[in-house]
């Protein structure tokens, strides 16, 4: 039996396309991670690392900490249905001193407080799924300086 070369091309652009795939998961494993396309079957634990405050804008009595997460992506995502999504993703919960008052960090940018009063100040971070469940936490104090009088108001 003979194959025209028209009736034969759905079934070669099968086989290359398949050729590819497999070629591209190869290559992605073979460097020690998985291939973008296939979801992970068990992600390791999410990682929290918050750094000490930026010195300069402290001694201003503005609290920048910068941070690093492994394992999940910091955005603006929330519900059960972005459990599933892989690789993870969640958000930051923020907790002062601790206040009752907690607020959602939703992105890879530094967490910036204003307004502490002079003094020794905890801050509690967490990373939270898009359900709200904690995934890992850390604490870190911050002391805010005492900010030296100023000889003449400020005007416009």
């Known amino acids: 039996m003979k194959l025209s070369l028209i009736a034969a091309a759905p079934l070669w652009a099968g086989l290359v396309l398949a050729s590819a795939v497999a070629a591209a998961q190869t290559c992605a ?6 291939a973008a396309v296939i979801p992970l079957a068990s992600e390791p634990a999410a990682k929290l690392v918050v750094y000490q405050p930026l010195a300069d804008p402290l001694a201003r009595g503005v609290v920048i900490l910068q941070y690093r997460t492994e394992n999940v992506r910091i955005i603006p995502i929330f519900g059960d249905g972005a459990r599933g999504v892989s690789p ?23 967490i910036i407080v204003v307004g ?13 799924d898009p359900t709200h469940k904690i995934l890992t936490a850390e604490s870190i104090f911050v002391t805010v300086p005492e900010r030296p009088a100023v000889s003449q108001p400020h005007t416009h």
Do not use: F, N, Q
């Not at 206040?99 to 940018?109: F, I, L, Q």
């Not at 502490?116 to 939270?128: D, Q, T, W």
């Open 116 to 128: 502490l009063v002079p003094g020794v100040h905890k801050m509690l971070i967490e990373v939270a």
């Open 88 to 110: 993870r993703v969640g958000h930051l919960h923020v907790t002062v001193d601790d206040r009752p008052g907690t607020w959602a960090h939703t992105s890879e940018d530094p």
């Open 29 to 34: 494993t073979e460097v020690g991670r998985p």
